[in-house]
Structures are given as structure tokens and as C-alpha cells.
Nanobody
Framework: QVQLVESGGGLVQPGASLRLSCAAS????????MGWFRQAPGKEREFVAA???????????YYADSVKGRFTISRDNAKNTAYLQMNSLKPEDTAVYYC?????????????????????WGQGTQVTVSS
């Protein structure tokens, strides 16, 4: 069993940056696919970014079009932690952000973009972008 705990959310002004962390415990997650999703009030949970293992020390990253160029997903296997660096934040980025982990590598976009593909979820952290 894997437990995920997100942190780093908060209230920021448009244009600011935040870094979300997702600390995993219970198992080493170096081979797990890690994803970030978000859910705004009244909307469905949507894919934000994913980082998937391709063997050895190779990882691929994927992003939703809405965050490409502004957000960066990364991981530190020594700390068993994944991160989401969010720059140039916009009001439309306001949501609860969730970290997720999948035992499978999730090669296909239909997999890493889909919440049911993930086995473990954090409790979420609120990000509010407002002036």
C-alpha cells in the first residue's frame, strides 16, 4: 500500500509560482507512474501532468495543453517524492490539486491522462490564484 501526501498549495496572485510536493510512503515509487490532476468546483477532475518510468533512469513527462510551458513535473526518487512546479499561474488554475501513483508504467496517453488508471491518491491541496 502506498500513501501520498500533497503539500505546497496556497493563495497566490496571478503570475506567481508555487511548487507542490507529493510525498509517498509505504513503498518505493521509483518505477511508478506519477500524475497530477486538478478539480475545480463544479468540474470533473482533469489531467495536469504525468511522469512515467521507461527503465533504468529514464522518465518521460507529459502535460495538458493548458499548462504546457508553465508547469513542470519532476521526481526525486531518493526522497520518494514527486513535484509540480507551477509558474505564471492564472486564475483558471484555481483548483484542488491531487497527486496520484500507478503501479503500471502507463505508456499510452489514454492511460496516463485517465484517473482510473491510478491506484493511489493523495487527499489534495488547494491552489487559489486571485488578485
Amino acid at each position: 500500500q502506498v500513501q501520498l501526501v500533497e503539500s505546497g498549495g496556497g493563495l497566490v496572485q496571478p503570475g506567481a509560482s508555487l511548487r507542490l510536493s507529493c510525498a509517498a510512503s509505504g513503498r518505493t515509487i521509483s518505477s511508478y507512474a506519477m500524475g497530477w490532476f486538478r478539480q475545480a468546483p463544479g468540474k470533473e477532475r482533469e489531467f495536469v501532468a504525468a511522469i512515467t518510468w521507461r527503465g533504468s533512469n529514464t522518465y518521460y513527462t507529459y502535460y495538458a495543453d493548458s499548462v504546457k510551458g508553465r508547469f513542470t513535473i519532476s521526481r526525486d526518487n531518493a526522497k520518494n517524492t514527486a513535484y509540480l512546479q507551477m509558474n505564471s499561474l492564472k486564475p483558471e488554475d484555481t483548483a484542488v490539486y491531487y497527486c496520484a501513483a500507478a503501479r503500471d508504467p502507463l505508456y499510452a496517453s489514454t492511460d496516463y491522462r485517465s484517473p482510473p488508471s491510478y491506484d493511489y491518491w493523495g487527499q489534495g491541496t488547494q491552489v487559489t490564484v486571485s488578485s
